[in-house]
Every structure is written in C-alpha cells, then in structure tokens.
C-alpha cells in the first residue's frame, strides 16, 4: 500500500510539475522534464519518510519505549 501511494504521488507530482512547466513555457521540455523528475523523487523520498515515522510512532504507542533497536539499548563501557 505504501508503494502504491508514493507511486501514485510521484506519478502526480510528475505530471502536474512537467505538465505547467511546458504549458506555460517556463523552460524547454528537457529541463522542465528533469525539474519535474527531480520535484517528484523528493516528494516520494518525503511520503516514504512521513509513512516510516508514523509507523515508528505507532510502535512506539504499543509497545513502549522498550522496543528501541539493539544498539541503543547496550549499556556503556
């Protein structure tokens, strides 16, 4: 589900960013195209962000602080 939406929001951000870039002539299609490419990697970089933290959020509201990763937990020297 996850990959769904990011791909959905990519596919979008492409498209809307590409799309008015041309249309309005702001740049040549190339750069348009690679502006939009780049526009749409981040904002999926973000939405898988924005899923891990809640996720994070979610585990940390069951289970407790207690379900911190192994390194954190060791005692120092």
Known sequence: MVKAI???V????FIIVA???ILWGFMNSY???GFA???SLT???CIERVF???????MIRRHGRDSCPADEQQ???
Do not use: M, Q, W
């Not at 990519?10 to 951000?13: G, P, Q, V």
């Open 37 to 39: 490419l780049a526009a």
């Open 6 to 8: 990011r791909n959905s």
């Open 52 to 58: 891990v933290k809640r996720s994070h959020r979610e």
């Open 75 to 77: 005692p120092g020297p």
């Open 19 to 21: 799309g008015s870039n």
């Open 43 to 45: 904002v999926g970089i």
């Open 31 to 33: 750069l348009a195209c």
């Open 10 to 13: 990519l596919i979008l951000t």
